[in-house]
Protein backbone atom coordinates (compact mmCIF):
# COMPACT_ATOMS: atom_id res chain seq x y z
CA UNK A 1 0.00 0.00 0.00
CA UNK A 2 1.07 3.37 -0.90
CA UNK A 3 -0.36 5.80 1.59
CA UNK A 4 1.13 9.40 0.35
CA UNK A 5 2.81 10.38 -2.89
CA UNK A 6 2.13 13.68 -2.19
CA UNK A 7 4.76 12.99 1.03
CA UNK A 8 7.71 11.95 -1.45
CA UNK A 9 7.83 8.66 0.49
CA UNK A 10 7.27 5.36 -0.58
CA UNK A 11 5.41 4.14 2.50
CA UNK A 12 4.55 0.33 2.01
CA UNK A 13 2.30 -1.49 5.12
CA UNK A 14 3.43 -4.67 5.02
CA UNK A 15 1.15 -6.06 8.21
CA UNK A 16 -1.10 -4.32 10.47
CA UNK A 17 -2.16 -7.16 12.78
CA UNK A 18 -1.06 -7.24 16.61
CA UNK A 19 1.24 -10.35 17.42
CA UNK A 20 -0.93 -13.89 16.09
CA UNK A 21 -2.09 -11.97 12.68
CA UNK A 22 -5.82 -11.32 11.58
CA UNK A 23 -7.39 -14.06 12.25
CA UNK A 24 -5.32 -14.95 15.18
CA UNK A 25 -4.59 -18.51 14.88
CA UNK A 26 -6.18 -19.46 17.88
CA UNK A 27 -8.99 -16.77 18.75
CA UNK A 28 -12.67 -17.03 17.92
CA UNK A 29 -13.55 -13.53 18.67
CA UNK A 30 -16.60 -12.39 16.27
CA UNK A 31 -14.12 -10.68 14.05
CA UNK A 32 -11.28 -13.21 13.88
CA UNK A 33 -14.71 -16.22 13.69
CA UNK A 34 -16.38 -14.29 11.26
CA UNK A 35 -13.18 -13.58 8.70
CA UNK A 36 -12.68 -17.46 8.57
CA UNK A 37 -16.41 -17.75 8.14
CA UNK A 38 -17.37 -15.19 5.55
CA UNK A 39 -19.52 -13.75 7.96
CA UNK A 40 -17.99 -10.12 7.91
CA UNK A 41 -16.14 -7.94 5.61
CA UNK A 42 -12.66 -8.07 6.30
CA UNK A 43 -9.35 -8.68 5.20
CA UNK A 44 -6.57 -10.99 6.27
CA UNK A 45 -3.77 -9.65 7.94
CA UNK A 46 -0.29 -10.68 8.56
CA UNK A 47 1.81 -8.80 11.81
CA UNK A 48 2.48 -5.64 12.07
CA UNK A 49 5.89 -4.09 9.80
CA UNK A 50 6.07 -1.08 7.33
CA UNK A 51 8.37 -0.48 4.51
CA UNK A 52 9.67 2.68 3.78
CA UNK A 53 11.51 4.13 0.73
CA UNK A 54 11.82 7.57 -1.37
CA UNK A 55 13.91 6.08 -4.66
CA UNK A 56 11.54 2.81 -4.90
CA UNK A 57 14.48 0.72 -4.99
CA UNK A 58 16.22 0.95 -1.40
CA UNK A 59 13.75 0.37 1.79
CA UNK A 60 13.70 0.40 5.69
CA UNK A 61 12.43 -2.49 6.82
CA UNK A 62 10.65 -0.62 10.14
CA UNK A 63 10.15 -3.92 12.18
CA UNK A 64 10.59 -7.76 10.98
CA UNK A 65 7.84 -9.63 12.01
CA UNK A 66 7.32 -13.63 11.56
CA UNK A 67 5.23 -13.07 8.53
CA UNK A 68 8.06 -11.52 6.63
CA UNK A 69 8.24 -14.02 3.93
CA UNK A 70 5.16 -13.93 2.58
CA UNK A 71 5.27 -9.93 3.09
CA UNK A 72 8.52 -10.40 0.63
CA UNK A 73 6.60 -12.20 -1.63
CA UNK A 74 3.62 -10.02 -1.72
CA UNK A 75 5.50 -6.80 -2.31
CA UNK A 76 8.30 -7.14 -5.28
CA UNK A 77 9.68 -4.13 -5.06
CA UNK A 78 11.48 -6.00 -1.79
CA UNK A 79 12.54 -8.51 -4.22
CA UNK A 80 13.85 -6.46 -7.36
CA UNK A 81 16.18 -9.44 -8.77
CA UNK A 82 18.84 -7.33 -10.40
CA UNK A 83 21.53 -10.39 -9.50
CA UNK A 84 21.13 -14.23 -8.41
CA UNK A 85 20.85 -13.12 -4.89
CA UNK A 86 19.50 -9.58 -3.66
CA UNK A 87 17.09 -7.74 -2.08
CA UNK A 88 15.51 -4.30 -1.84
CA UNK A 89 15.66 -3.99 2.10
CA UNK A 90 18.45 -2.19 2.81
CA UNK A 91 18.73 -1.65 6.25
CA UNK A 92 16.04 -2.55 9.26
CA UNK A 93 15.12 -0.77 12.33
CA UNK A 94 12.99 -2.84 15.30
CA UNK A 95 11.11 -0.08 17.07
CA UNK A 96 10.97 -2.14 20.48
CA UNK A 97 12.35 -6.00 20.69
CA UNK A 98 8.49 -7.90 20.78
CA UNK A 99 8.83 -11.15 19.41
CA UNK A 100 6.17 -10.55 17.06
CA UNK A 101 8.47 -7.36 15.60
CA UNK A 102 11.84 -8.91 15.49
CA UNK A 103 11.70 -12.55 14.74
CA UNK A 104 11.67 -11.98 11.09
CA UNK A 105 15.30 -11.03 11.18
CA UNK A 106 16.03 -14.64 11.79
CA UNK A 107 14.57 -15.39 8.03
CA UNK A 108 16.80 -12.67 6.65
CA UNK A 109 19.74 -14.69 7.78
CA UNK A 110 20.43 -15.48 4.19
CA UNK A 111 21.98 -11.98 3.18
CA UNK A 112 25.52 -11.73 2.41
CA UNK A 113 26.39 -9.16 4.25
CA UNK A 114 25.95 -7.97 7.98
CA UNK A 115 22.20 -6.28 8.44
CA UNK A 116 22.44 -2.56 9.20
CA UNK A 117 20.32 -2.44 12.46
CA UNK A 118 19.04 0.87 14.00
CA UNK A 119 17.99 -0.59 17.41
CA UNK A 120 17.78 1.87 20.90
CA UNK A 121 20.07 0.50 23.41
CA UNK A 122 17.65 -1.15 25.91
CA UNK A 123 16.06 -3.08 22.55
CA UNK A 124 20.17 -4.14 21.81
CA UNK A 125 20.32 -5.34 25.21
CA UNK A 126 17.39 -7.39 25.26
CA UNK A 127 17.96 -8.98 21.62
CA UNK A 128 21.57 -9.89 23.09
CA UNK A 129 20.73 -11.61 26.28
CA UNK A 130 16.84 -12.33 27.09
CA UNK A 131 16.22 -12.98 23.16
CA UNK A 132 19.67 -13.48 21.83
CA UNK A 133 18.34 -13.29 18.30
CA UNK A 134 21.66 -10.95 17.23
CA UNK A 135 23.69 -13.21 19.29
CA UNK A 136 22.18 -16.28 16.54
CA UNK A 137 22.13 -14.02 13.35
CA UNK A 138 26.02 -13.76 14.48
CA UNK A 139 26.62 -17.18 13.70
CA UNK A 140 24.62 -16.59 9.94
CA UNK A 141 25.31 -13.46 8.39
CA UNK A 142 25.54 -11.05 11.42
CA UNK A 143 24.26 -7.76 12.02
CA UNK A 144 26.33 -4.19 12.31
CA UNK A 145 24.52 -2.87 15.06
CA UNK A 146 23.40 1.47 15.02
CA UNK A 147 22.05 2.72 17.96
CA UNK A 148 19.07 4.75 17.96
CA UNK A 149 19.76 8.25 19.85
CA UNK A 150 16.54 9.41 22.55
CA UNK A 151 17.70 13.06 22.36
CA UNK A 152 15.72 14.32 19.41
CA UNK A 153 18.40 14.25 16.79
CA UNK A 154 18.31 12.85 13.43
CA UNK A 155 19.12 9.05 12.79
CA UNK A 156 22.37 9.30 10.95
CA UNK A 157 23.36 6.63 8.24
CA UNK A 158 19.64 6.43 6.12
CA UNK A 159 21.51 8.12 3.48
CA UNK A 160 19.20 6.12 0.89
CA UNK A 161 16.44 7.92 2.26
CA UNK A 162 16.98 11.53 0.50
CA UNK A 163 15.30 14.40 1.66
CA UNK A 164 13.55 12.75 5.11
CA UNK A 165 14.69 13.50 8.39
CA UNK A 166 13.87 10.54 11.18
CA UNK A 167 14.22 11.05 14.38
CA UNK A 168 13.15 8.11 17.05
CA UNK A 169 10.20 9.38 19.73
CA UNK A 170 10.77 7.09 23.47
CA UNK A 171 7.49 6.30 23.90
CA UNK A 172 5.20 4.52 26.82
CA UNK A 173 4.88 0.95 26.27
CA UNK A 174 5.75 -2.62 28.25
CA UNK A 175 8.85 -4.28 27.15
CA UNK A 176 8.43 -7.86 26.18
CA UNK A 177 7.68 -10.38 28.85
CA UNK A 178 11.40 -11.40 28.56
CA UNK A 179 12.45 -8.25 29.50
CA UNK A 180 13.78 -7.42 32.66
CA UNK A 181 12.79 -4.02 32.27
CA UNK A 182 8.87 -5.56 31.78
CA UNK A 183 8.19 -4.22 35.25
CA UNK A 184 10.49 -1.43 35.36
CA UNK A 185 10.37 0.19 32.52
CA UNK A 186 13.54 1.64 30.28
CA UNK A 187 13.63 4.90 28.02
CA UNK A 188 14.10 3.41 24.43
CA UNK A 189 11.88 0.08 25.02
CA UNK A 190 9.68 1.54 22.65
CA UNK A 191 10.03 4.06 19.88
CA UNK A 192 7.79 5.92 17.38
CA UNK A 193 9.33 7.08 14.58
CA UNK A 194 8.46 10.89 13.03
CA UNK A 195 9.46 11.42 9.27
CA UNK A 196 9.81 14.60 7.71
CA UNK A 197 10.03 15.62 3.93
CA UNK A 198 12.39 18.26 3.79
CA UNK A 199 11.04 19.25 0.42
CA UNK A 200 7.12 19.00 1.15
CA UNK A 201 7.43 19.74 4.47
CA UNK A 202 5.09 16.87 5.56
CA UNK A 203 5.62 14.49 8.07
CA UNK A 204 4.22 10.67 8.88
CA UNK A 205 4.65 9.21 12.36
CA UNK A 206 4.66 5.49 13.27
CA UNK A 207 4.61 4.04 16.43
CA UNK A 208 2.95 0.74 18.23
CA UNK A 209 2.50 2.70 21.41
CA UNK A 210 -0.93 2.63 23.43
CA UNK A 211 -0.27 7.00 23.53
CA UNK A 212 1.49 9.02 21.82
CA UNK A 213 2.62 12.33 23.03
CA UNK A 214 -0.17 15.16 22.69
CA UNK A 215 2.78 18.03 20.81
CA UNK A 216 2.65 14.83 18.14
CA UNK A 217 0.38 16.12 15.00
CA UNK A 218 1.34 14.58 12.15
CA UNK A 219 0.14 14.60 8.59
CA UNK A 220 0.05 10.92 8.68
CA UNK A 221 -0.16 8.90 11.74
CA UNK A 222 0.18 4.94 11.48
CA UNK A 223 -0.63 2.20 14.45
CA UNK A 224 -0.55 -0.90 14.36
CA UNK A 225 -4.56 -2.59 14.85
CA UNK A 226 -5.19 -5.34 16.96
CA UNK A 227 -7.74 -8.00 16.19
CA UNK A 228 -10.79 -7.07 17.32
CA UNK A 229 -9.98 -3.21 17.00
CA UNK A 230 -10.23 -3.14 13.02
CA UNK A 231 -10.96 0.22 12.80
CA UNK A 232 -8.01 1.60 14.40
CA UNK A 233 -5.11 2.65 12.12
CA UNK A 234 -4.46 5.68 12.45
CA UNK A 235 -5.55 8.80 14.37
CA UNK A 236 -5.97 11.00 11.53
CA UNK A 237 -4.95 10.17 7.48
CA UNK A 238 -5.44 12.80 5.04
ZN1 LIG B 1 -9.75 -12.26 17.31
Redesign the pocket.
Known sequence: MLLDNKLCMKIKILGSAAG?G???WN???????GLREGTIQAQARTQSSIAISTNGQDWLLINASPDLLKQIRDNPELQPARNIRDTGIAAVLLTDAQVDHVTGLLMLREYARPWPLYTSPSVWEDLSTGFPIVSILSHYCGVEHRALGLDGQPIDGLEFLSDVRMTAVPLKSKAPPYSPNRDKPAVGDNIGLWMENLNSGRSFFMHQAWEIPKSTSPDICVKRM???WMARCGKKMK
Do not use: A, L, R, V
Not at 27 to 33: D, I, R, V
Open positions: GFPQCNCPNCKWCW
